[in-house]
């Protein structure tokens, strides 16, 4: 199933980081291969940094990691669902997801 | 808000479909800031079709419309999510949510 990931012309696909208990939605993050592998053999989420083009360890300074719980893939293989149990906010500003605000 | 969103290089943003009671993910989507428009105006979802390069109206042949609930950006304001009133299955395969598959 992960061969057959559609990664788009970056080499990325986006992943949607959901809370496993509640579903809230806590991010959408970017991953390429080396970063789903890694998250797949250390269960903890390790994403790529568009802004910084290098791999990007979920709480490495932060402490906030996440432990990952199920890795869903949709029907067009281009996008991720990682449910996560997070060890603190997701978010840099404090706030436990990204999407705080509302439009 | 809606001023402030980044799109990417190709005009669009992805847009997270959750239903409003549940939490559950049902579609990676993308907008353009036409679809967004109409989406907000129509209070009715409306993407930006990148296999079709077209606006795609949901649910415009299969009846299977989203009612908008509630529109979040996130910190970076370049992803979205819509929380919605699903009328029938998101995924063309029929499948309530597209994310159907665990890896």
């Given at each position: 199933m992960i061969d057959e990931i559609k990664y788009n012309s970056e080499g990325l696909i986006p992943v949607i980081i959901q809370e496993y208990k509640t579903n809230?939605?806590?991010?959408l993050a970017w991953m390429n291969q080396e970063s789903l592998e890694k998250t797949i053999k250390t269960k903890q989420t390790v994403f790529w940094s568009r802004s910084r083009n290098t791999l990007w360890k979920k709480g490495e300074t932060s402490g906030n990691i996440q432990?990952?719980?199920?890795?869903?893939?949709?029907?067009d293989r281009d996008a991720l669902i990682i449910k996560v149990d997070a060890k603190g906010p997701a978010c840099h500003t404090?706030?436990?997801s990204c999407f705080f605000k509302n439009i």
């Open positions: 809230e939605v806590l991010m432990i990952v719980k199920e890795i869903k893939i949709d029907c404090g706030e436990d």
